[in-house]
């Protein structure tokens, strides 16, 4: 089947996908990276300690540094992008087969790639949550969040590059 | 032109040059202490406790307490612990003898009681009748349970007064527990010989404080001495990535984690914005990088007289002992020693002869006997 007239190109399309992938990793690590800092300062607070506005701000800009350079096994915002390189494409499949919009799908998986990957870590050590932010079901939910602003920012993006039809019509994500 | 004699000073200096050097080599091997294998085919060793006669106990991770006789493992072990949870850092950590051993023959056992969903850090006493430890039973049990695999503390020591201190960690996932005193996660607790609670414990009477409690603020304490000549208390305990710990102990003391350290977590976040904190007590030292501190002794009238009264840490990550001088001006002065061994070590402990012996941390596990070059 030939593409319709208006689609863009392939590598145009490909470039749009990502970009709009880059997009929803940025969005995903920068709220994941605050909401974090947040938790992990909202426990301390809980414990007794206090922080000056300055302190805070502080903190936020040290683990958005620390958190994608300064990791022990690997660095977050790549641990979401990997992440979200496998949800977005089972999103697409779903997306065909329900027809359901990107503004659901995308950020459905982003917040669901969240939870399990932070779930599983769990596993993997131990019972330890890897990223302390992420401990209890608020800060659980706090990054799942984060997955599914980066699951709206992948749609939002790819809407802005390519004109909505019927997912059954075309053929990007 | 050149003399005759200038020649021949000339053509010697190589050859002097030479001798120096083996000399140098010489009196360099002259000092190298002495390292044997005194005690070999453990599987993870953790800790040893001297007996009088020259027995040794050995406490090994999977629960097993194995008794040395003359240098030789004898075959079967002196008790096998029942209620053990040795998922990832659980186990049979350390053993201790009642000050008293010689009349009542009594062995305390720290080690990581339950199972996955519900763990934590328990003392067990038993009594020791030829070759094996009976009448094995629990007198303490840090509370609350917990739900992960790590950062047990479970290290042992007598106070002076005949109380036992035992350390307990944080649990790694709740760490905040550490400045709780409702809770003995993160603390270092002392209890009698009975497992009771001593009636001058620091949070005695409080409502909102658990009596056994002696000090907190603790992540995960896993080196633990008494000075034999002051009664003075230290533990060195792991930091996350950096902040390992040496900390001298005081009753009530609050030693700041994780309000405050020198480390970071392994993700590369902050613990916390402060390295310190108003209200805690800092830390002696710190080693930043970690080092990963476990065992920790004291000379006090070892082989090595110019060693008196430092500690020594042994490190896990770091393969290594540090030597750690304190200054009575405050002054620390770090030595590291033994890293040609080039093992992790679990545990160190000075003997009755005053020689240093070190546990290693491996599956085919050794204690090593290291004793001063001969003179």
Known sequence: MSPPPNAPGRPRRVARVLLAFAAAVLATYLLASV??????????????????????????????????????????????????????????????????????????????????????????????????????????????????????????????????????????? | MMSRHARHRRSLRPWLAVAALALATACSAADDPRVETWVEGLRQPYSIAFLPGGDLLVTEKSGALRLVRGGRLLAEPAAVMADIHTASQGGLTDVVLHPDFAANRLVYLAYSGGNARANGTRVARGELVGDRLVNLTEIFRARPDKDTGAHFGGRLAFLPDGTLLVTVGDGAQYREKAQDLTSMLGSVIRIDENGGVPADNPFVGRDDARAEIWSYGHRNPQGLVVDAKTGAVYATEHGPRGGDELNRLEPGNNYGW??????????????????????????????????????????????????????????????????????????????????DIGERIRDVRFG?????????DNVAGRVLRITPAAP
């Not at chain 1, 939870?115 to 596993?123: E, Q, T, Y």
């Not at chain 2, 020198?262 to 030292?285: K, M, N, S």
């Not at chain 2, 009755?352 to 290693?360: C, E, F, H, I, R």
């Open chain 2, 352 to 360: 009755p002869d005053g020689a240093l012996y070190l546990v290693t």
């Open chain 1, 35 to 173: 909401l974090q800092t947040a938790f992990v300062l909202l426990g301390l607070r809980d414990a007794g300690a206090r922080f000056s506005p300055g302190v805070v701000l502080t903190t936020v800009l040290h683990d958005l540094h620390g958190l994608a350079f300064n990791a022990l096994f690997v660095s977050y915002p790549l641990l979401i992008a990997a992440g979200l390189a496998v949800a977005f494409p089972v999103a697409a499949l779903l997306r065909r087969w329900t027809g359901a919009g990107r503004r659901l799908l995308y950020p459905l998986a982003g917040a669901a790639m969240m939870g399990a990957m932070l779930a599983l870590s769990r596993v993997v050590f131990y019972g330890i949550t890897l990223y302390a932010g992420s401990r209890g079901a608020w800060g659980l939910a706090g990054q799942m969040l984060a997955g599914a602003l980066g699951g709206l920012a992948f749609a939002l993006v790819l809407e802005a590059a390519i004109p909505h039809r019927p997912p059954a019509e075309e053929s990007s994500p």
């Open chain 2, 258 to 339: 994780p309000l405050a350290t020198h480390g970071v977590d392994y993700t590369g976040a902050a613990i916390t914005p402060y390295t310190e904190y108003p209200g805690t007590v800092p830390p002696l030292t710190h080693w930043t990088p970690s080092l990963a501190p476990s065992g920790l002794a004291q000379c006090r009238g070892c082989l090595w007289p110019e060693w008196e009264g430092d500690l020594f840490a042994g490190m896990l990550k770091g393969t290594q002992v540090q030597r750690v001088r304190l200054g009575a001006d405050g002054t620390v002065a770090r030595e590291a020693l033994f890293e």
